[in-house]
């Protein structure tokens, strides 16, 4: 399985450096006031890639965070030891049928 993360992380390694050899040419963005931006093509995707992946993540890790912590308290609970009660001390039955004379 480790090797199938491994080879799988190379390709998509190999296939953003061949992404970004493709498109390396500048492009200009018209930014507020006249302002203008020189960006490279494959910097700009990956930018605008992680601006929508980021809050993703980053709410997925917090739900992930919470539900561990919910689950690791109810496992401390199902684990807690349950006090065992003494048995009552057994005491003569009183009010059995009276003795023979």
């Known amino acids: 399985m480790q090797f ?20 390396w040419q500048s492009v200009t963005l018209n930014l507020w006031g006249g302002l203008q931006a020189d960006v490279k093509l494959p910097a700009l995707v990956i ?11 980053i709410l997925y890790r917090a739900r992930i965070w919470s539900l561990r912590r919910r689950l690791e308290a109810q496992t401390h ?24 004379a």
């Open 47 to 57: 930018f605008a890639f992680l601006i929508g992946f980021l809050p993703t993540l």
């Open 4 to 23: 199938l993360k491994t080879l799988f992380w190379v390709i998509l390694a190999i296939v953003l450096v061949l992404f970004a050899h493709a498109n």
């Open 77 to 100: 609970v199902a684990n807690a030891p349950v006090p065992v009660r003494p048995a009552a001390p057994s005491r003569p039955a009183d009010n059995l049928a009276p003795p023979i």
